[in-house]
């Protein structure tokens, strides 16, 4: 997977997030059990992301952050773009 690949997969946390912040979803009878399941999907996600990088040219915590590990092409796109290294697996 490449970047690209990559932050197409992830635009489906921001059509979540609208789903979070919109006041009129808060009517809805799961949509605690929602959000405590988004929170703890992006914990676990947080979890795979570096935390010495953050690409900055993005808005949003989710597309700020870099894998810590990934395949070459994904790495090598990375390292391209941001001059950032990442473990390659």
């Known amino acids: ?13 921001g ?3 609208k789903i979070v912040i919109d006041e009129q979803q808060k ?6 059990d ?6 703890h999907t992006d914990k ?3 979890q795979l992301l570096s935390t010495d990088f953050k690409r ?6 989710w597309e700020q952050g870099v894998l810590m590990k990934a395949g070459e092409e994904y790495a090598g796109d990375i390292n391209s773009l941001y001059r950032f290294q990442i473990q390659i697996i």
């Open 1 to 13: 997977m490449n970047i690209y690949e990559y932050d197409n997969d992830l635009s489906v946390r």
């Open 15 to 17: 059509a979540i997030e």
């Open 27 to 32: 009517a809805y009878q799961e949509y605690d």
């Open 34 to 39: 929602f959000v405590k399941e988004v929170l």
């Open 44 to 46: 676990l996600f947080k």
């Open 56 to 61: 900055g040219d993005k808005s949003f915590w």
